[in-house]
Nanobody, 127 residues
Framework: QVQLVESGGGLVQAGGSLRLSCTAS????????MAWFRQAPGKGRESVAV????????YYADSVKGRFTVSKDNAKNTVYLQMNSLKAADTAVYYC????????????????????WGQGTQVTVSS
């Protein structure tokens, strides 16, 4: 089992920045990839960014490319999401997720490959 705890959400004005953190505990040696998803009211859960735990290759959704950066600190079992130039459309609950089995993170962008999820953290961007 892997436990995930997110932090760093909040209220920010459009154009501002936030950094989300997600710390993993438990059987983290089995982690293949960690991801950030978001879910806005009335919408499905969408992938925002993914990072491979070994090697650090990344995937970004088109809507956040150039604005968001995913990174990790293996020693701290923590993944980060730096969000810059935030827009009102970025308002959502952001979830951290971890996958134990290998898959193609660039073609399989749905939530079904991730076994472990955090509780979510609210990000609200005011326009």
């Amino acid at each position: 089992q892997v436990q995930l705890v997110e932090s760093g959400g909040g209220l920010v004005q459009a154009g501002g920045s936030l950094r989300l953190s997600c710390t993993a505990s438990g059987r983290t040696f089995r982690t293949y990839a960690m991801a950030w998803f978001r879910q806005a009211p009335g919408k499905g859960r969408e992938s925002v960014a993914v990072i491979l735990w070994a090697g650090g290759s990344t995937y970004y959704a088109d809507s956040v490319k150039g604005r968001f950066t995913v990174s990790k600190d293996n020693a701290k079992n923590t993944v980060y999401l730096q969000m810059n130039s935030l827009k009102a459309a970025d308002t959502a609950v952001y979830y951290c997720a971890a996958a134990a089995r290998a898959f193609d993170i660039w073609t399989r962008t749905g939530p079904y490959d991730y076994e472990y999820w955090g509780q979510g953290t609210q990000v609200t961007v005011s326009s």
